[in-house]
């Protein structure tokens, strides 16, 4: 597996459009995301686009005119991969290639090459060839002939590179071949789980590259790998931590995004089973982001998709020594006043008052309010604890506020 550094990095660019449903503050945001994600692959990116649109061109995701001042600039500046920040179907991939004569990755794509990088495990190594298979089946059309002129980097990790006799019998051969070295693992994980008891688990999710796993090091004093990369994280990781002297399990879980590709929701269900089967969720949110609150409601989405919306949950907002508000000068008449505008304080007297102390406030890389942090997960967890163990009450003191 290819490491971050020794990747010689792809010039690329970004396509988005303005849709009735999606604003050029929101395609901001989504393409700043898709910068991200493009570097984290091993690209950077040069130039972005943008178009107005009611809806995506059928053919070419873009209009004729944009089309030919994006094929202008690749050709001008030796550009090898262009980024779509939607989803394009076969017949748009194959188009756009045929005009553009160049590398052409959505964001699906993207992410699940990302996925094949990050991926060091047999089990995660299967779930993202699965999720690769899955996205290749039904643009298997002229696939081979854009192999032939790119080799390698971004969005040629996995199965195409080294398949290029493969049709449609073999790939859904292979598809169902790997379902079922799945469902083999996942009978062996789920034994595993059997095999811990009745411990309490505690389970830390989030948005990808929110801290989850900077805030695992930091309670479990181990070392799972942390990076500020998207999905530096794939594998779960389950660590037994005692706090006090109250022992739970504590794992670190892939993190979520906005837009995640259906492939790979559906073939990490079983990575998503340690959030399933937690007693109690650590909700991360990075709340330097300025887009946290969109975070917060990607992740509650994808936990309602995978029924976990009804457990015990804490909101764990970190990095809040990167937190920074706007300011406006006060000979500004003009500026309105917005949520970037709130000061932390500020921000703990809107809707998060309402979450009482299921809301906390840390920096885990300072370690600022980990005391308070862990204070809080005890209470919980000897709540739980003591539910699952009554006998065992006198063991675990509560903990008297001062």
């Known amino acids: 597996m290819l490491e971050q550094k020794n990747i010689a990095y792809e010039k690329a660019v970004l396509i988005g459009i303005v849709t009735k449903n999606q604003d050029q503050e929101k395609l901001n945001e989504f393409l700043d995301e898709l910068e991200f994600l493009t570097y984290t692959a091993g690209g950077e990116v040069v130039k972005r686009f943008t178009q107005k649109m009611d809806i995506p061109n059928s053919k070419t995701f873009i209009g004729s005119g944009k089309m030919e001042e994006?094929?202008?600039?690749?050709?001008?500046?030796?550009?090898?991969?262009?980024?779509?920040?939607?989803?394009?179907?076969?017949?748009?991939?194959?188009?756009?290639?045929?005009?553009?004569?160049?590398?052409?990755?959505?964001?699906?794509?993207?992410?699940?090459?990302?996925?094949?990088?990050?991926?060091?495990?047999?089990?995660?190594?299967?779930?993202?060839?699965?999720?690769?298979?899955?996205?290749?089946?039904?643009?298997?059309?002229?696939?081979?002939?854009?192999?032939?002129?790119?080799?390698?980097g971004i969005g040629m990790r996995g199965p195409g590179e080294t398949e290029i006799e493969t049709d449609r019998r073999i790939v859904r051969d292979?598809?169902?071949?790997?379902?079922?070295?799945?469902?083999?693992?996942?009978?062996?994980?789920?034994?595993?789980?059997?095999?811990?008891?009745?411990?309490?688990?505690?389970?830390?999710?989030?948005?990808?590259?929110?801290?989850?796993?900077?805030?695992?090091?930091?309670?479990?004093?181990?070392?799972?790998?942390?990076?500020?990369?998207?999905?530096?994280?794939?594998?779960?990781?389950?660590?037994?931590?005692?706090?006090?002297?109250?022992p739970f399990l504590l794992s670190d879980t892939v993190?979520?995004?906005?837009?995640?590709?259906?492939?790979?929701?559906?073939?990490?269900?079983?990575?998503?089973?340690?959030?399933?089967?937690?007693?109690?969720?650590?909700?991360?949110?990075?709340?330097?982001?300025?887009?946290?609150?969109?975070?917060?409601?990607?992740?509650?989405?994808?936990?309602?998709?995978?029924d976990c919306t009804d457990k015990p949950t804490i909101m764990v907002f970190n990095k809040i020594d990167a937190y920074q508000h706007e300011t406006i000068d006060e000979d500004d008449l003009v500026t309105e006043r917005t949520k970037a505008h709130y000061t932390l304080e500020e921000w703990k007297k809107t809707w998060m008052s309402r979450i009482g102390d299921n809301a906390l406030f840390i920096s885990a890389i300072n370690k600022e309010n980990i005391d308070e942090f862990r204070k809080r997960v005890y209470k919980e967890v000897r709540e739980i604890h003591v539910t699952r163990f009554p006998y065992n009450n006198f063991l675990y003191p509560e903990i008297v506020e001062e």
Not at 85 to 97: F, G
Not at 131 to 149: D, I, M, V
Not at 174 to 187: F, G, M, P, Q, V
Not at 227 to 238: P, Q, S
């Open 70 to 152: 994006v094929e202008a600039f690749v050709e001008a500046n030796d550009i090898g991969t262009v980024v779509f920040d939607d989803e394009l179907t076969p017949a748009q991939l194959r188009n756009i290639e045929r005009i553009l004569k160049a590398k052409i990755i959505d964001r699906t794509n993207l992410i699940l090459d990302i996925f094949a990088q990050r991926a060091q495990t047999s089990y995660a190594r299967t779930q993202v060839e699965l999720a690769q298979y899955q996205y290749l089946l039904p643009r298997l059309t002229g696939l081979w002939t854009h192999l032939e002129r790119q080799r390698g």
């Open 174 to 246: 292979r598809i169902s071949l790997l379902k079922k070295k799945l469902l083999t693992i996942d009978k062996q994980m789920a034994t595993q789980r059997g095999n811990r008891g009745k411990m309490v688990r505690v389970a830390l999710v989030g948005y990808t590259n929110v801290g989850k796993s900077t805030l695992m090091n930091v309670v479990a004093k181990s070392e799972v790998f942390a990076e500020n990369k998207l999905f530096a994280t794939l594998d779960t990781t389950v660590r037994k931590v005692v706090i006090g002297n109250l």
């Open 255 to 306: 993190g979520f995004i906005r837009k995640l590709p259906t492939q790979l929701v559906e073939s990490f269900k079983s990575t998503l089973d340690e959030v399933r089967e937690a007693d109690l969720l650590l909700h991360v949110v990075d709340i330097s982001h300025p887009q946290f609150e969109d975070h917060i409601d990607s992740v509650n989405k994808i936990l309602t998709e995978i």
